[in-house]
């Protein structure tokens, strides 16, 4: 790898571990409105049911799995393990130096059945940014991973959880549902694997969104630990998605359990 895109990745490393480091509290920060997975299903029309799938998350105990700011060197590990334990999982991609470096990861994430989401262009708050500048971080990463899998997401995450009206407003324009989480395992400020293992198992709960990170050391690694664990607690594994159906993601709406 050229020694200036090992630097800029060094630095989007650090960016994002410190943009995590000042998230505000377990779902995120948010000024607008959320739905609740069970809220969405509740008010879905019946006719919509089985869209996403066999996995009912009315009478199933389901939780979603979800990974964000990848891919990266170890996504390739992470999928084995969860192609192994037949696992489906979200990936809320960034597209600068993550999606363009690794565009057959990508491809390897859709064709295996898991949901492909955006995480931003280059993980700037968005909040802090002006209409078009909100619209190209999102667009950007739209038509990269519509390039690689012949889809655009549904689904984003916007960075630190921060979202406001116009970033609601834009990710409706844009066709993209925003998903925050209920489960950080903080795993940006650690790679005990352990450690990152027991933070999610103390949190889990029904309709629960576990957010990970598959570009730190620690993460990777925990991932068979806390899936086994969870399937012996009774849980049924699903991508954001299948834990929203019969209802389909409304593009603007905030999920969050």
Known sequence: MPRSASTVRSRVAAALAAA??????LSGCSSVDTT???SARSDAESGAKGKF?????RKAKCIALTFDAGPGKDTPELLDTLKREKVPATF??????HVL??????RRIADEGHEVANHTWTHRILTDLDGDEIREELSR?????AKITGRKPVLMRPPQGRTDKEVTSISRELGLSQVLWSVTAKDY?????????SRVLEQADRDGIILLHDIYKGTVPAVPGIIAELKKQGYTFVTVPQLLAPAEPEPGEVYRP
């Open 53 to 57: 799938g066999s996995v009912d998350c």
């Open 189 to 197: 400020s650690t790679n005990d694997s352990d450690l990152i293992k």
């Open 92 to 97: 809320f991609l960034l597209g600068k130096n």
């Open 20 to 25: 995590a480091a000042l998230t505000l509290g």
């Open 141 to 145: 990463t739209q038509d990269a991973i």
């Open 36 to 38: 609740s997975p069970k």
């Open 101 to 106: 470096e690794y565009p057959e990861v990508v």
